[in-house]
């Protein structure tokens, strides 16, 4: 669905639907949050206030990490940073498709997060915006909602149970669709060689933010049947 | 940690997120970027997400590591590959890991 073609609200609902199976599993990874935020020693209304206001999972599990290990402040917020770091290059990508005032493509840059942004970004570079309110707003809810789910089952055994496994899956899902081309092949052995490398000797979260250079090398590649990508400065 | 500690955690964990997320709209928005930067967004999403499956599925901290849960990711990407949707994935996914542990 183009924005030529439909309307806010059906770009929106478009956008919302296609998240859906982000959504639930998105669900099962919040819940195995509040189940961890509890017992790592959170208020039940705190694991939940945090899902409410950070909303952001990789981040919250680094600094629930941190608090779990017995780090500081510091380390916890730093730790959540960086892991968030990647929505910086997400959001100057983005940026060119927000109208509007600075402050108002602020507040709509919030509606990152990692599967409507991807989702959302169309052939010719720019993203439909709608779709990414769509798409997040579907898994705001259910973000919240596993996280109140998981706060009041305390005692599941997360490892047991394999929850763990969740979270990697579900950006392996979100990866798949994204590899369409040579290029993005290539882009992304080489985003996974680069963060596996740092992961020894760069602190949690820079070896993801790194990796995102990748994208940088990749430009200078031409895709297997000899395309360059549009606009390729070469 | 303390209760106020943890609070204070939440507080700024939600300020720097909003802060990183609203800072490259707030500086660039409305405005056209060169054609090659389409190029460069093109294969960001392949990069970063390849990047958070590794280091998720393959590192614990600081070090690398393979253990139950990489085997039931790596199970969970044999069926996304052959077409499965995202929650049969992650549902494979943890299984498999369950299993495993279980042994």
Redesign the interface.
């Known amino acids: 669905m183009t924005e030529a073609t439909a309307t806010p609200r059906e770009r929106f609902r478009a956008g919302f639907r296609a998240a859906v199976?982000?959504a639930?599993?998105g669900f099962?990874l919040s819940m195995s949050f509040g189940v961890l935020a509890t017992d790592a020693?959170?208020?039940t209304l705190?694991a939940i206030?945090?899902s409410a206001?950070?909303?952001?999972g990789?981040?919250?599990f680094t600094?629930l990490?941190v608090?779990a290990a017995?780090g500081s402040?510091g380390a916890?917020?730093l730790g959540?940073?960086l892991m968030?770091?990647?929505?910086?290059?997400?959001?100057?990508?983005?940026?060119?498709s927000?109208?509007?005032p600075?402050?108002k493509?602020?507040?709509?840059?919030?509606a990152?997060v990692?599967s409507s942004?991807?989702m959302a970004?169309q052939g010719?570079?720019?993203f439909d915006r709608w779709f990414l309110f769509g798409g997040t707003g579907v898994q705001y809810l259910t973000w919240f909602s596993g996280t109140v789910v998981g706060t009041f089952a305390g005692g599941v055994e997360v490892?047991?149970?394999?929850?763990?496994?969740?979270?990697?899956?579900?950006?392996?899902?979100?990866?798949?669709a994204?590899?369409r081309s040579g290029?993005?092949?290539s882009?992304?052995?080489?985003?996974?060689v680069?963060?596996?490398a740092l992961?020894?000797?760069a602190p949690?979260g820079i070896?993801?933010l790194v990796?995102?250079?990748?994208?940088?090398i990749?430009?200078r590649w031409r895709d297997a049947d000899g395309d360059a990508?549009?606009?390729?400065?070469r | 940690?303390t209760?106020g500690?943890?609070?204070?955690?939440?507080g700024?964990?939600?300020l720097?997120?909003?802060l990183?997320?609203?800072?490259?709209?707030?500086?660039?928005?409305?405005?056209?970027?060169?054609?090659?930067?389409?190029?460069?967004?093109?294969?960001?999403?392949?990069?970063?997400?390849?990047?958070?499956?590794?280091?998720?599925?393959?590192?614990d901290?600081?070090?690398?590591a393979i253990g139950?849960?990489t085997a039931?990711?790596a199970a969970?990407?044999v069926v996304?590959?052959r077409g499965a949707?995202?929650?049969v994935?992650?549902v494979v996914?943890?299984?498999?890991?369950?299993?495993i542990?279980?042994l």
């Open positions: 199976p982000y639930i599993a099962v020693g959170f208020s705190a206030v945090m206001i950070v909303f952001a990789s981040a919250q600094a990490s608090v017995g402040v916890a917020v959540a940073a968030n770091s990647r929505f910086l290059p997400m959001g100057v990508a983005l940026a060119p927000l109208p509007g600075a402050w493509r602020g507040a709509q840059g919030q990152v990692d942004w991807a970004l010719d570079g720019t490892e047991k149970l394999g929850l763990d496994a969740v979270y990697p899956t579900f950006f392996l899902a979100l990866l798949l994204e590899l290029r993005a092949k882009a992304a052995a080489l985003g996974a680069i963060a596996l992961v020894p000797v949690a070896p993801i990796a995102s250079l990748a994208a940088l990749g430009l990508a549009e606009g390729d400065p | 940690m209760s500690q943890i609070w204070l955690v939440i700024l964990c939600a720097v997120t909003a990183i997320k609203g800072a490259g709209p707030v500086a660039l928005g409305g405005r056209e970027l060169p054609a090659w930067f389409n190029g460069v967004i093109q294969l960001m999403a392949p990069a970063l997400l390849a990047a958070l499956v590794c280091v998720s599925a393959l590192a901290h600081d070090q690398w139950a849960d039931g990711v969970g990407g996304l590959w949707n995202v929650v994935g992650v996914a943890a299984a498999v890991t369950a299993a542990r279980a």
